[in-house]
């Protein structure tokens, strides 16, 4: 069955250290691959897309993500976070031609002094 | 240019009643996706429409939901004689083409009393 997992449900980080936030994927396919952002109460913001091409895709706010097909992968990286990175993150992934999502459960990031 | 629209931002309504969620796509946008995300839960789809079609309803719940996306004004998410499990909120996402960049609406918070 097709499955997008996001492992850890919530993470702890502190201002200025980096960020890390994995996505895995079970398809049969060569999934299109989506990381979004959510804040709280409001709607989703895509970060960054991978449809082909290089692995490495840099994004809007300092964030990266690295599409690894060996390991069925594609994280999402920043390499010093900032307090409004605290937010909620998605990462979705589609195989159907007209971009039929589907999503993680989303991982939360909190952001410590 | 204005954003994806969704209201309203939020609902309240009796076991019951009828709900009716509105989204008007950004401007140029001909393709409209719902989708519901369940309390510490991501993003299901529910459906996907192009003007006066609708192309995927297989995330639809069988009964008492529907949705149009009629010829002129805002897509329309109907839920009849809602139930507690309707609880959720309700994302609206546009997009100028199949495989294009789908841009989220802030939302619509639903909450069955």
């Known amino acids: 069955a097709q499955s997008v997992t996001q492992p850890d449900i919530h993470i702890t980080v502190s201002e200025g250290a980096s960020l890390e936030l994995r996505c895995n994927y079970s398809y049969g396919a060569t999934p299109y691959l989506f990381w979004y952002v959510q804040s709280p109460g409001q709607g989703l913001q895509l970060l960054l897309k991978?449809?082909?091409?290089?692995?490495l895709v840099q994004g809007i706010k300092g964030f990266e993500a690295e599409f690894k097909r060996s390991q069925s992968s594609f994280n999402l990286r920043k390499p010093s976070v900032h307090w409004s990175d605290a937010a909620e993150y998605f990462c979705?992934?589609?195989?159907?031609?007209?971009?039929?999502?589907?999503f993680g459960a989303g991982t939360q990031v909190v952001v410590t002094p | 240019n204005a954003g994806v629209m969704q209201n309203p931002r939020h609902l309240v309504r009796r076991r019951g009643q009828e709900a009716r969620l509105r989204c008007s796509p950004m401007k140029g946008h001909s393709h409209v996706y719902w989708y519901r995300q369940l309390p510490e839960e991501g993003l299901k789809f529910m459906v996907y429409l192009q003007k006066e079609n609708i192309i995927d309803e297989s995330g639809m719940p069988k009964e008492r939901f529907s949705a149009e996306f009629p010829k002129e004004g805002p897509s329309i998410l109907r839920i009849q004689q809602v139930v507690r499990g309707d609880s959720a909120a309700y994302f609206c996402?546009?997009?100028?083409?199949?495989?294009?960049?789908?841009?989220f609406g802030p939302g619509t918070r639903l909450l069955v009393l």
């Open positions: 991978y449809f082909s091409g290089d692995t």
């Open positions: 979705a992934v589609t195989t159907d031609s007209w971009g039929k999502f589907q």
């Open positions: 996402a546009s997009s100028s083409g199949a495989q294009e960049t789908q841009y």
